[in-house]
Structures are given as structure tokens and as C-alpha cells.
């Protein structure tokens, strides 16, 4: 049975056609894993199930899959998800957290988040001042406003809608695209929340 699994793999790598019962593409990862062995910031690899505008599903083993949110694929700006995380492509990366109960397994393919450091060593928050120009990229428009990624960080801010321009917007998501460059100015801070 092994040797059949990695044998039909090799062929839809060949082939770039998915099979039908996209659980055959994990069996070659351990089908014994249960939500009940999952804990925060262990090491896990799964197979790309789904790729969605927020993020992309992988499978864990035959019967767990977990979620892996838009900001949480990679440590820089992915433009296109799908392109990058085809369906079928084995990834590598580190439990974020585990909801037995509600069945939700949520992991992190970023590098920074799977070397052990802690969100805080990570994320300066303290270094930010109400005042600063930072420079950045757009990482996602939603109708009331920007997340904007700041540069040479991990650091990710909203700009409000109403301070993007002194002239009234009509529609953000025509004026402004995913991974514009972008200058910005700090308004607030949140240390304690770590929100900009």
C-alpha cells in the first residue's frame, strides 16, 4: 500500500492533475495523528488542500486538516496564494493553536514564528513612535480601511479609512491594491495590545 501511495504521488506530480479523493495526497504523512496529539509550536507538514483569499487549508493526516491564515503562509508578500501554494505541495511549519472541542487546528509557515522566538522579541512595538514615517507595503483593503505591512518587520498596521486622504473616498478598493508600496504616518501605538 506505501509503495502504491508514493508511486500515484509521483505521477500526479508528473501529470499536475489532482486526484479525486484529495486525502490519498496525505497518506504518506503519519494517518495516525489526532487533534489530541497537536500542541502549540510543534513541528508539523501537510499537504495544500484548498487555497482560499484568506489563506489555504492543508492536511494534516486522512481525517485533520488545519487552517493557515493569508498572514501566516510567509514572512514576506505573497501576491498571488494559489500560485505559490498549489494544491498538492507539502509544506512545513509550527502549530499556532488547537481547538479540540470545535475540531480547528490553526499553523504558521512563517520562519520567524517557528524559531522559538516570542512574538515580542519579534515585534518591537516600543521602538514606534506617534510621529514616525514608516515605509511599507498594502497587505490587504477591506472597506473601512489598510493593513499596511511594515518594512524589515513583522509589524502590520491599519490606516482607517478616514485618514487616508483629506479628500472624501469613494471607493478604497479602486484606489488603492495589494502590495502597493506605501509611506505612512503613526498616529497611535497600542503597546499593550501591540496595535498601530
Do not use: W
Not at 500500500?1 to 486526484?19: E, Q
Not at 504558521?108 to 514608516?134: A, C, P, Y
Not at 497587505?139 to 473601512?144: A, G, I, L, N
Not at 486622504?165 to 508600496?181: F, L, M, P, R, V
Request: hydrophobic share 35%.
Amino acid at each position: 500500500m506505501k509503495l502504491f501511495t508514493l508511486i500515484y504521488h509521483y505521477d500526479y506530480l508528473l501529470d499536475g492533475m489532482l486526484p479525486k479523493n484529495s486525502s490519498e495526497l496525505c497518506s504518506d504523512v503519519d494517518s495516525t495523528r489526532k487533534i489530541e496529539d497537536l500542541y502549540p509550536n510543534m513541528a508539523v507538514q501537510g499537504y495544500v488542500k484548498n487555497v482560499i483569499p484568506k489563506g489555504c487549508f492543508i492536511l494534516l493526516s486522512r481525517k485533520l486538516d488545519a487552517k493557515i491564515l493569508l498572514s501566516n503562509l510567509s514572512d514576506s508578500y505573497i501576491d498571488v496564494p494559489k500560485k505559490e501554494f498549489p494544491i498538492g505541495k507539502l509544506v512545513a511549519g509550527r502549530v499556532l493553536a488547537v481547538e479540540p472541542l470545535s475540531k480547528r487546528v490553526e499553523v504558521t509557515l512563517k520562519k520567524s514564528n517557528t524559531s522559538g522566538t516570542s512574538k515580542s522579541e519579534i515585534n518591537d512595538f516600543s521602538s514606534l513612535h506617534v510621529g514616525d514615517i514608516v515605509s511599507g507595503r498594502i497587505r490587504r483593503v477591506e472597506s473601512y480601511g489598510l493593513f499596511v505591512a511594515l518594512d524589515h518587520t513583522n509589524m502590520v498596521g491599519l490606516c482607517h479609512v478616514s485618514k487616508l486622504s483629506d479628500d472624501q473616498i469613494e471607493n478604497i478598493q479602486t484606489k488603492y491594491g495589494a502590495g502597493e508600496k506605501v509611506t505612512a504616518k503613526i498616529l497611535k501605538v497600542n503597546i499593550n495590545s501591540e496595535k498601530l
